[in-house]
């Protein structure tokens, strides 16, 4: 069993960045393809980041490619999104996931992962 905690939401003007954490516990990190999803009041859960369990490919939604940037680090089983350029529509609930993988392909579909964080807001003001 994988525990998910994230780390780093909050507050922020639009323009700003913000660094959000997803530390693991619990499994063996790197066997895991990792994702970043949000989810904005009302709407449905969607796809941010990805990237492999080795951390060699990354893929990100059309809405935040060039903005936001995902990395891992194995030896410390944590995954980051650093998120630039914030705009008022990026305001959601983050969450983390892990999606167990024998391969490098990374999901972009919630129903694929396998474990999740609680979750941590980020709210961008106009």
């Known amino acids: 069993q994988v525990q998910l905690v994230e780390s780093g939401g909050g507050l922020v003007q639009a323009g700003g960045s913000l660094r959000l954490s997803c530390a693991a516990s619990g499994g063996t990190f790197s066997i895991y393809a990792m994702g970043w999803f949000r989810q904005a009041l009302g709407k449905e859960r969607e796809f941010v980041a990805g990237i492999s369990k080795s951390g060699g490919t990354t893929l990100y939604a059309d809405s935040v490619k060039g903005r936001f940037f995902i990395s891992r680090d194995n030896g410390k089983n944590t995954v980051f999104l650093q998120m630039n350029s914030l705009k008022p529509d990026d305001t959601a609930v983050y969450y983390c996931?892990?999606?167990?993988?024998?391969?490098?392909?990374?999901?972009?579909?919630?129903?694929?992962?396998?474990?999740w964080g609680q979750g941590t807001q980020v709210t961008v003001s106009s």
């Open positions: 996931a892990a999606d167990r993988r024998l391969n490098e392909r990374i999901g972009i579909s919630s129903v694929g992962y396998d474990y």
